[in-house]
């Protein structure tokens, strides 16, 4: 694509500042002049050759354009006739020189946004800049635009008309019909009228669309009057503050585009998400805040970068006013849809503009996403991630999973509420479920290589913390073996409970005889069990069976406390009772004295209490323990039972899920 600066007028009403030098070459902010700007713009799009008509002070403006130093060729024209023609003659003498080439076209006296010669430049299609919000001026041009395209452009049309201003795209083919409709304007010697005059003629055929530039600044300067408007305008833009938000905890170049775009409508401060926000959005960050922040701060051109707490932007826009808003336009529909509204909202407020980019989704970022979310699998950053989910977030949340697939549900289940993207923080490897998975009694029976077994096939699909039910640990011979395998295997948490002897699942109660253990002899087993433990983040917690096995609430917080001093990370409560005031209490008392330490609870029975009011009480993990099983199950027998009954399976395919849903469920990798 050529350029094309149309230079040969005189600038008359510009009085004094024409008198020494063409009007392209006056000042408008510092040394910066109108042409040195486009020529600084253009050669920054990647503009390479400029074609420039030139009138009085031809000499000065040529040694000017070479004394820039930009990496551009130049071809001047020289129309010695300036005085006695308009451009269109300017333009007929350097038609050689403009033909086979889609060409900008722009006057020499024009100043505009460098965003605004970017969307022309990327334009498929031939434009001319307009502007909805700008009044229809008495003497400069103006666009009729009837359909979506532009029929007239001149100073006389006031219907259906909007302001414009002399900046095109031209496309080779509307170019070529405009620049030979000019030239047969010349020949005729029609050399005093207006170049668009001659598009007027044939514009049936010439399409060239409005482009809006609504209040963004693209203005000539014809008056004095115009150049001080100008340069205030152009001052204002210096300090114009543009707002991004980024949750990424890598950045690439297509970070850097959006960046770059950002940085043409001013200066860039750079929200980074929180930890805590990065979560409810989407994964697990691979970087916690501080270096995703540092990330940001060395890239060039960024002039601040600040913390965005939460996913809504309400607080920075209220805090930083930036004049625009910089995002995707994927966020147009979908889940974050009322977070945009919001911001449209705040904008609104106090007059910021949302300047929305194409997303792009593709395939070589999409790549990178997948490489990332791999590192999460990995039994370090697995392992680690759970003890800096609790302390992030307060409460995490844990469903349970006892297969491969039951895994993939725990992973990619999501709910999408106000914004947020709503899933479970980590995985149970219930004791009950896997057992009851492979058809026998929750009695420690399945052996700890065929519970590890279910532990790798989760993990072999999955990225999220794993908490492991460990039964009563067995002996302690036995545990600390348990322990190092857990921690290599990358499983965050273990949950042993102070049982002893043949366990039975607690929900029995006391319907079935079970012994507790004796603090001393439990506060053995987690001392052992730390001792063999080799990485920092695994987790001991001990479960109290005080409450099931009716034992009072003193014994549990007697136990509790010892279990904690003998080196426990947490302690897990349990209770089968509906009403959750027994767990309500421990946990209050529990708090007195210890802050810090998380709690675990698992409310199968106590199960109207929400994650809200256990967080507020002081509680740090809820297990939904069984809920997949217990759904799954009853739905397999059911159709069993339709297929027995109908003698054919026609009945039961409404319970079933397609086909095509079951296997997109399962990911090629994860
Ligand atoms: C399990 O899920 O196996 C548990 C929790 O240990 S509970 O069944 O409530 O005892
Ligand atoms: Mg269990």
């Known amino acids: 694509m050529k350029a094309l600066i149309l230079n040969s007028g005189k600038g008359t009403r510009m009085g004094h500042f024409t008198s020494e030098h063409p009007k392209c070459m006056t000042e408008i902010l510092g040394n910066e002049t109108i042409l040195s700007r486009q020529l600084k713009l253009l050669a920054k799009a990647g503009i390479k050759d400029v074609v420039m008509t030139t009138g009085p002070f031809s000499d000065i403006l040529m040694d000017y354009c070479y004394s820039l130093n930009l ?62 919000t700008v009044e229809l001026p008495e003497k400069d041009f103006k666009a009729v635009v009837l359909g979506d395209r532009i029929r007239k452009v001149g100073i006389e049309f006031f219907d259906h008309a909007m302001a414009a201003q002399p900046l095109y795209k ?59 408007v100008v340069s205030a305008r152009l001052k204002e833009l210096e300090n114009r503050t543009v707002y991004l938000c980024f949750s990424t905890d890598m950045v690439h170049s297509g970070h850097i585009t959006i960046i770059n775009k950002a940085r043409k409508l001013g200066r860039v401060i750079i929200g980074v998400l929180s930890d805590e926000a990065v979560c409810s959005y989407k994964r697990f960050p691979l970087l916690p805040y501080e270096e995703r922040k540092a990330l940001f701060e060395n890239i060039a051109g960024v002039y601040q970068v600040v913390c965005q707490n939460t996913l809504s932007y309400r607080n920075n826009l209220e805090q930083y006013k930036p004049d625009y808003v910089v995002h995707g336009d994927d966020w147009r529909t979908g889940f974050q849809k009322p977070i945009r509204d919001e911001v449209l909202e705040v904008l ?55 297969s491969g697939i039951t895994g993939l549900i725990a992973e990619k289940t999501v709910v999408y509420q106000n914004g947020e993207a709503r899933q479970f923080d980590a995985m149970w490897v219930s004791s009950l479920c896997d057992s009851t998975a492979k058809g026998k009694p929750d009695i420690e029976l399945v052996d700890m290589t065929s519970r590890f077994r279910t532990i790798d096939d989760i993990m072999e699909v999955t990225t999220k913390p794993i908490i492991f039910d460990g039964d009563t640990g067995g002996l302690t011979e036995h545990f600390v073996y348990t322990v190092k395998t857990l921690e290599r295997m990358g499983v965050s948490m273990i949950i042993i409970e102070d049982k002893t002897g043949l366990k039975k699942n607690s929900l029995f109660g006391t319907e079935v005889a079970q012994t507790q253990d004796t603090i001393e002899n439990f506060c053995h087993k987690i001392a052992m069990g730390k001792k063999a433990q080799k990485t920092r983040d695994f987790m001991i917690v001990a479960r109290i ?52 330490t998380p709690i675990v609870v698992v409310p199968t029975s106590f199960n109207a209490v929400t994650e809200e009011e256990f967080k507020q009480r002081g509680v740090n993990v809820v297990i939904y323990a069984n809920q997949l099983t217990r759904s799954g199950f009853p739905a397999m027998q059911e159709t069993a039972r339709t297929i027995l009954e109908h003698h054919r399976a026609k009945e039961a395919d409404d319970k079933c899920m397609p086909i095509k849903d079951i296997i997109t469920l399962i990911p090629e990798e994860v």
Not at 202 to 207: A, G, K
Not at 370 to 399: C, F, N
Not at 573 to 593: G, M, N, W, Y
Request: charged fraction near 30%.
């Open 348 to 402: 609104a407020g106090y007059g910021g503009q949302l300047v929305e980019f194409p997303y792009s989704n593709s395939e070589k970022y999409r790549e990178l996403e997948s490489r990332t979310r791999y590192q999460l699998s990995l039994p370090d950053m697995r392992r680690s991630r759970l003890k800096k989910s609790i302390e992030m977030k307060g409460l995490v949340t844990a469903i349970e999973a006892h």
């Open 170 to 228: 031209l496309k080779e083919k509307d170019w070529e019909l405009w620049l030979s409709e000019m030239c047969a304007f010349c020949e005729r010697g029609e050399v005093a009228c207006y170049g668009e005059n001659a598009f007027n003629q044939i514009s049936d055929v010439c399409e060239i669309y409005p482009m809006d530039v609504r209040g963004a600044l693209c203005n000539e300067i014809d008056t004095p009057e115009d150049l001080a």
């Open 71 to 132: 990496p551009l060729e130049y071809t001047f024209v020289h129309n010695d006739r300036y005085s006695e023609t308009n451009y269109i003659y300017s333009i007929y003498l350097a038609q050689d020189k403009l033909r086979g080439d889609d060409i900008v076209l722009m006057h020499g006296d024009l100043v505009f946004e460098e965003l605004i010669l970017d969307q022309v430049l990327e334009s498929p299609i031939s434009v001319m800049t307009v502007s909805s």
């Open 545 to 596: 069976e005080s409450l099931i096995l009716e034992q009072g609430m003193e014994d549990a917080l007697t136990r509790a406390f010892a279990y904690v001093k003998a080196g426990a990370d947490g302690v897990m409560i349990h209770s089968r009772k509906k009403d959750p005031a027994e767990i309500f209490e421990f946990v209050e008392k529990f708090r007195v004295e210890d802050k810090t």
